[in-house]
């Protein structure tokens, strides 16, 4: 924790990145009192960005802004869930497969190459499709396509750690496996358990923005950036700033995660030999 | 070699097999079954079971699945229950677009990608490296559906020099039209996948550049620009085919959201279509396509890797 305080001040994208996400939080947080994205004014629909209001308004006269604050509430606990949901049940299954080989590993990791076989906003809108749209269902379906990338990383961290030699020293003085794991694997893995959960985070906001984007994702009228996405495409012509000003958004918000994410990488790398981790590896193109 | 590819082949099957388990068992997952999506709520008992009947859902189970499975693996993918055409058709009029697309797609990123990983591998650490990295990072992060939307603002709606909507037009019928059409698209993919290839191949070129013949060739006089281009890129490029297999396995089912945003008749589009619409044999067949496609490609891709490579053991 002190390394990477001490290391961050060096990467200026990671700071201004964590200042960004800050202050979204903090609106996301008091929006309340700050705006209201439900209020209707239609003699003033789809404005430009004026002083009243900054982002303009959208089809039904709403203030855009509000709902682009509101929408922050909506992105950022779908991350949270999502990426909760994806470590509870990649952790483990990693920890396993790394930690006893043989039988478990191939069982667990082909059930992960199953669930990479399919590109995740696939395997997202099937779920969807399956079980209806709901913020619940959402919050899901992101959150079981981040179990590979924790399986894998964990995994990877535990059969390296396997053969060190303080775990070794644990089973010979006769300590469970189980707590092989969680004292002793466990805790020298977090590393690049926390880059992955950056990483994560960023590739859940856009996967949930991709599937609101393509009308599956939370229905509305709960605000969500890629609704605001999909709403203000079919008003190009009369409003351009309605879709441009969201994704903007958007955009600094997994631009900022990218940032703190190949910093953490970059300052634990320097100390202990860690991989890249590139926002990379689960897009949604 | 022969036993190498058939070993991969024998390995693929169980992933397949579980998978197309899954696929199949979409049908069984809904709320209501699959009778209930296609009759509606106020169905009488008849019409359920007209329709069970017709779609041989009150048959075993295990039955209904070999019996899909033999069906797919013969080529009939089923009947659409919307358009009544079979799936396998509509989806043979869909791949060949989103082919082509992905084709563009790759060119561009390769275009783009090559020369900022060689520029910023040559200097790592300098102003230009830095400034690369950060195209990089600005090529992922940046969501392909509002760069997307931003290209039509642009060139649509402002200059209105290109279509806001892309068709397809195959290549060899007019290059033209097909290239007014796809260039929009192919570039909002070819920017994203060009950070992942200036981003890879950099990393690739740095480990290169440390190895020893790169330092005998320097002591020898060489001109670093030689250097690079004549043995640290080619064999920098090895590791680089493999990213270049993914994406491009990945564009046959992922390119759904840049689809979506030209309204582009690929297979993503089709894939929202069954969704939105729960045609369920049409849903089945093309991510069961897709996935196959998808594992084939991999498979390809592992195979042409060791074959360029002849210092990699085929037992590996």
């Known amino acids: 924790m002190k390394r990477i305080l001490n290391g ?101 990791m082909r059930f992960v190459d199953v669930l990479l076989a399919l590109p995740g906003i696939l395997f997202a809108m099937a779920l969807i499709a399956v079980l209806g749209r709901s913020q619940a269902t959402a919050l899901v379906a992101v959150g079981l396509t981040g179990i590979p990338g924790f399986a894998r990383v964990t995994r990877a961290e535990t059969l390296a750690l396997r053969t060190r030699e303080f775990v070794l020293a644990v089973e010979a003085f006769g300590g469970s496996s189980t707590y092989s794991i969680f004292r002793t694997v466990l805790p020298n893995a977090w590393s690049p358990i926390l880059v992955q959960t950056v990483v994560l985070a960023a590739v859940a906001i856009l996967l949930e923005a991709a599937l609101a984007f393509l009308g599956v994702g939370i229905p509305p009228p709960t605000p969500s950036w890629g609704e605001m996405l999909r709403t203000g495409k079919t008003y190009l012509y009369d409003s351009p700033s309605y879709a441009v000003l969201p994704g903007l958004v958007l955009t600094l918000t997994i631009l900022s995660l990218d940032a703190i994410g190949r910093a953490l990488a970059s300052i634990l790398r320097e100390s202990e030999g860690l991989h890249d981790a590139p926002l990379a590896e689960a897009g949604a193109p | 070699m022969i036993g190498f590819i058939l070993r991969r082949l024998a390995e693929l099957v169980p992933v397949v097999l579980i998978a197309s388990i899954g696929i199949w068992g979409i049908i069984y997952a809904v709320p209501g079954g699959p009778v209930g999506a296609l009759v509606g709520e106020n169905a009488t008992p008849e019409q359920i079971q007209a329709v069970t009947a017709e779609l041989g859902l009150d048959r075993p189970i295990l039955v209904q699945y070999v019996d899909w499975l033999r069906h797919a693996l013969g080529g009939d993918l089923g009947t659409s229950l919307q358009s009544r055409e079979p799936v396998a058709k509509l989806i043979g009029q869909c791949l060949p677009a989103t082919v082509q697309l992905g084709i563009a797609a790759i060119l561009i990123g390769l275009l783009l990608g090559l020369p900022v990983a060689v520029a910023s591998a040559m200097a790592p650490g300098s102003w230009l490296d830095r400034a690369l990295a950060g195209w990089s990072a600005l090529a992922l992060g940046v969501p392909t559906f509002w760069l997307g939307i931003l290209f039509i603002l642009f060139f649509a709606v402002q200059l209105q020099w290109l279509p806001s909507a892309s068709s397809y037009v195959p290549f060899w019928q007019s290059p033209g039209a097909m290239i007014a059409n796809v260039v929009l698209p192919a570039s909002t993919l070819g920017i994203y996948v060009s950070g992942i290839f200036a981003r890879f191949l950099r990393a690739s070129l740095l480990g290169e550049l440390r190895a020893d013949y790169v330092r ?101």
């Open chain 1, 8 to 108: 961050l001040p060096r990467h200026k994208g990671a700071c201004l990145g964590i200042a960004f996400l800050g202050v979204l939080a903090l609106a996301a947080c008091f929006a309340g009192l700050l705006v209201d994205p439900l209020a209707q004014d239609l003699a003033s629909a789809l404005e430009g960005p004026s002083a009243e209001h900054w982002f303009g308004t959208d089809e039904l006269g709403r203030d855009i802004l509000a709902r682009v604050i509101y929408g922050a509430r909506t992105s950022l606990l779908t991350a949270a869930g999502a990426v909760a949901i994806a470590a509870a049940l990649g952790i483990p299954i990693g920890l396993i497969a790394g930690y006893f080989g043989g039988w478990r590993d191939t069982v667990l």
């Open chain 2, 216 to 316: 005998t060739a320097r002591s020898k006089g060489l001109r670093e620009r030689d250097i690079v281009t004549r043995h640290v890129l080619r064999n920098a490029m090895l590791p680089f085919i493999t990213v270049v297999g993914l994406m491009m396995a990945s564009f046959i089912g992922g390119a759904l959201v840049t689809e979506a945003v030209f309204t582009y008749p690929g297979m993503g589009r089709l894939m929202i279509q069954a969704i939105a619409t729960r045609d369920y044999p049409l849903l089945q067949g093309s991510i069961l396509v897709v996935l196959v496609i998808y594992v084939v490609i991999n498979l390809a891709v592992d195979v042409l890797y060791v074959w360029v490579d002849p210092r990699l053991d085929y037992g590996a």
